[in-house]
């Protein structure tokens, strides 16, 4: 290399010319990784959007299941109630049912013992 006041010159256009190169590849190489990495969040945030849509759908959908359980357990309850009150009257219908069959087997026996006399 010489010392000449051109060549030096032309040594350092060559150099900025290089180095203004070398920035506008650099440029566009990060404005294709910016696009990109726009394109990901994008996608990303429509896949968030989708995933919280039906989180919200499946959580509606469980309130909606455990009112209705709630529900049915609370006509369980008064069908039991039911059942039980219908227990508990029979059972206490029960000796008077049973003092009715007492009667009629008590006439029955007298009619047959009447009978038998008879013959």
């Known amino acids: 290399?010489?010392?000449?006041?051109?060549?030096?010159l032309d040594r350092m256009q060559e150099l900025i010319e290089n180095f203004i190169a070398a920035s506008v590849a650099d440029r566009a190489a990060s404005n294709e990784r910016l696009t990109r990495v726009e394109q990901i969040t994008s996608s990303?945030?429509?896949?968030?959007?989708?995933?919280?849509?039906?989180?919200?759908?499946f959580k509606l959908a469980t309130e909606q299941s455990f009112e209705q359980a709630r529900e049915?357990?609370?006509?369980l309850r008064s069908a039991m109630l039911g059942i039980?009150?219908?227990?508990?009257?029979?059972?206490?219908?029960?000796?008077?049912i049973l003092r009715k069959?007492?009667?009629?087997?008590?006439k029955l026996d007298r009619l047959l013992e009447r009978g038998s006399d008879e013959d």
């Not at 990303?44 to 759908?57: E, G, P, R, Y």
Request: proline share 4%; charged share 25%.
């Open 72 to 75: 049915e357990r609370q006509e």
């Open 44 to 57: 990303n945030a429509q896949s968030i959007q989708a995933l919280t849509d039906d989180l919200v759908t």
């Open 101 to 106: 069959l007492n009667s009629v087997e008590n």
């Open 84 to 96: 039980a009150n219908l227990l508990s009257s029979l059972d206490s219908d029960r000796p008077t």
């Open 1 to 8: 290399m010489t010392n000449n006041p051109v060549d030096r």
